[in-house]
Nanobody, 121 residues
Framework: QVQLVESGGCSVQPGGSLRLSCAAS????????MGWYRQSPGKERELVAT???????NYADSVKGRCTISRDNAKSAVYLQMNSLKADDTDVYYC???????????????WGQGTQVTVSS
């Protein structure tokens, strides 16, 4: 079993910043891509940013220049620094990771439980 636990979601004012964290635990042999996604009620989950195991990052156009994704492979953790937050950034943010639990075998995708980010004055 693999668990992803997010933290750092909170209420902030427009223009503010926050940092989301996600740590993976359990039967982990290796982790491939990690990422952050977000979802509003009634809408599909959308990509915010992803990062490969060697640190290559990819961002949604809506957050480019305002967000930075990073990871600590030793801690099986991924982070999302969010700056210049807007009301449109209000969502539940989910962590995702591709995890292999043995020396051989497929990578499987796991999701965290989500953390709420609210941007409001």
């Amino acid at each position: 079993q693999v668990q992803l636990v997010e933290s750092g979601g909170c209420s902030v004012q427009p223009g503010g910043s926050l940092r989301l964290s996600c740590a993976a635990s359990g039967r982990i042999f290796s982790i491939s891509d990690m990422g952050w996604y977000r979802q509003s009620p009634g809408k599909e989950r959308e990509l915010v940013a992803t990062i490969t195991s060697d640190g290559s990052a990819n961002y949604a156009d809506s957050v480019k220049g305002r967000c930075t994704i990073s990871r600590d492979n030793a801690k099986s953790a991924v982070y999302l620094q969010m700056n210049s937050l807007k009301a449109d950034d209000t969502d539940v943010y989910y962590c995702n990771a591709g995890v292999r639990s043995a020396y051989v075998g497929p990578f499987r995708g796991y999701w965290g439980q989500g953390t709420q980010v609210t941007v409001s004055s």
